[in-house]
């Protein structure tokens, strides 16, 4: 598994536990974006590169292409988010953006559940993110780049403790 591709075996634990059917995904990626379509998943990507959507859409089968959703920003904060999601992951973009992203998706209540993908890495300011009341935080470590979870499901979050090598 390369370090684009650590954060799957993460989805592949957390959005079953859930029940997810929608997906909010901050950064299109060659991994997360197909694994996502190709499992089902109804996704909407919101995404700085236009050249790399091209990219990734290239790589995305037709036949899955019907389920995705591509908005184009010049900032991902500047997103407005229309509905509630089963699950949000951030990866990608701006990387200054990232903690102040997943902030907005746990303060707005626009989902129960935040992936959070490199979050072993200082560059993002990580620790910067301020944890809400009801929250619980799962640093899925068993594979690097790192995986965090973010959740108002206690019961998931001790799950992802017991069986991803994760930290609180």
Request: negative net charge.
């Amino acid at each position: 598994m390369n370090g684009y591709e650590t954060h799957i075996p993460v989805l592949e634990k957390v959005l079953p536990y859930i029940h997810a059917v929608n997906v909010l995904e901050y950064g299109v990626g060659e991994a997360s974006t197909v694994w996502l379509l190709s499992h089902g998943y109804e996704v909407t990507s919101v995404e700085l590169n236009r050249e790399w959507v091209k990219r990734v859409i290239s790589v995305v089968p037709p036949k899955y292409q019907t389920a995705w959703r591509v908005h184009m920003v010049t900032d991902e904060r500047q997103y407005v988010v229309d509905r509630h999601y089963d699950a949000v992951f951030v990866d990608g973009g701006n990387h200054l953006h990232r903690v102040p992203v997943a902030q907005m998706c746990m303060d707005s209540g626009l989902t129960d559940h935040i992936l959070m993908h490199d979050t072993e890495s200082a560059v993002y300011r990580w620790k910067d993110l301020v944890m809400r009341e009801g929250w619980h935080k799962a640093n899925c470590t068993l594979y690097t780049p790192w995986t965090t979870v973010l959740t108002k499901d206690a019961e998931l979050a001790k799950m992802l403790i017991s069986t991803m090598r994760s930290e609180t």
